[in-house]
Nanobody, 124 residues
């Protein structure tokens, strides 16, 4: 069992940056791959980024590798999502999720544990 808690969201002006954190509790967190998803108002969940167990491999949604950086610190049981050059269309609730798969999934149903989300609002 893994519990996830996101933090770091807030209201930011377009062009600014945020670093979201996903703190995990539970056993063997380093054995889980972790992904970040977001859900904008009226839209479906969208994969943003994912990181392997070790942190050595990262994946990003198409076209987002330049503004998003995912990383993890297994000693702190925490995964981070750095977002730069924020745009109004980045406004969403951001969720982190953990999966016991051996690869980094991009589909929501492949993740087994979810946090409650953190709101990111970008003003233009």
């Amino acid at each position: 069992q893994v519990q996830l808690v996101e933090s770091g969201g807030g209201l930011v002006q377009a062009g600014g940056s945020l670093r979201l954190s996903c703190a995990a509790s539970g056993r063997s967190f380093s054995r889980y791959v972790v992904g970040w998803f977001r859900q904008a108002p009226g839209k479906d969940y969208e994969f943003v980024a994912g990181v392997s167990w070790s942190g050595g491999t990262t994946y990003y949604a198409d076209g987002e590798a330049g503004r998003f950086t995912i990383s993890r610190d297994n000693a702190k049981n925490t995964v981070y999502l750095q977002i730069n050059s924020l745009k109004a269309e980045d406004t969403a609730i951001y969720y982190c999720a953990a999966s016991s798969e051996i690869y980094v999934p991009r589909r929501r149903y492949e993740y087994h544990y979810w946090g409650q989300g953190t709101q990111v609002t970008v003003s233009s």
